[in-house]
């Protein structure tokens, strides 16, 4: 809340607070009266009063300002708890049925998948699989040096585009010591295969000498 709010705030509960008292001695002289009619001839007097005091005193504006703070508050909160729309449709693919794959396991960015890094996805493929292990990677540029292991058989990533999908890392061969340790991607594993997916290496070029 910032100073004018605040202030707005304690100016509004000021003015209920004298608005009730002037309405608590308006209908006090007339409380002893209890049939239902009396009753309802108050709330519509008491109504009216408020109305002409709400007129008079200006605040009507006010109530309006205080109404717009706090939807605008709310608006703001709605905004932030904004929740992320998940599209499982993406995770179709035909190699499913092309290749017999027996596990399916998905990446992406968004918490939307079964895990935001595409090592993690490797790490959590069978060992020593005889069957095809399907890795589907949705756009996005992941910033991971990925290993997959000779022990991670028949592999499959699967990117949504070359343009729309990449591994990236920055490696060179001073960072690593030697030119074979410094790529993005690195397979070990037999069978491994992938479809529309790019594997960069996003250092700058060597200085000239
Ligand atoms: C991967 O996610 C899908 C859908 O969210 C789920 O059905 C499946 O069980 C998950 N697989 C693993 C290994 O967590
Ligand atoms: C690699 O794939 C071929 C054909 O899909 C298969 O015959 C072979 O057994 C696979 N190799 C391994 C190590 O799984
Ligand atoms: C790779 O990028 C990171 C962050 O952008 C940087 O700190 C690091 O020095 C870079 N490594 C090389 C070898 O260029
Ligand atoms: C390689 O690394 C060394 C220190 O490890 C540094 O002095 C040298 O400038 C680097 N060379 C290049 C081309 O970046
Ligand atoms: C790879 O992308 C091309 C062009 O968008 C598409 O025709 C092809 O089916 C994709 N491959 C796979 C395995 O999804």
Redesign the pocket.
């Known amino acids: 809340m910032n100073i004018k709010t605040t202030t707005s705030f304690w100016f509004a509960a000021f003015t209920i607070a004298v608005l009730s008292i002037v309405i608590s001695f308006y209908i006090i002289p007339s409380s002893k009266t209890t049939t239902s009619i009396a009753i309802n001839t108050q709330s519509g007097l008491e109504l009216n009063f408020l109305k002409r005091v709400v007129k008079q005193s200006g605040i009507e504006n006010f109530y309006s300002f205080l109404d717009q703070i706090v939807s605008g508050t709310t608006r703001r909160h709605h905004r932030k708890r904004r929740k992320i729309t998940c599209d499982n449709t993406k995770w179709k693919s035909r190699l499913i049925s092309d290749y017999d794959v027996s596990l399916v396991l998905t990446v992406d960015l968004k918490g939307c998948a079964n895990f935001s890094s595409v090592q993690k996805a490797v790490d959590a493929t069978p060992d020593g699989s ?1 069957t095809r292990t399907l890795i589907i990677i949705d756009s996005g540029t992941y910033r991971e040096k990925v290993m997959v292991r000779a022990k991670k ?2 592999l499959i990533f699967q990117g949504q585009g070359y343009l729309n999908t990449a591994i990236a890392w920055n490696d060179t061969a001073n960072s690593t010591g030697g030119t074979v340790y410094s790529s993005t991607v690195t397979i070990f594993a ?2 491994f295969t992938a479809h529309n997916i790019s594997f960069q290496n996003t250092a700058p070029p060597p200085e000239p000498r």
Request: proline fraction near 20%.
């Open positions: 005889l058989t028949n037999p069978n």
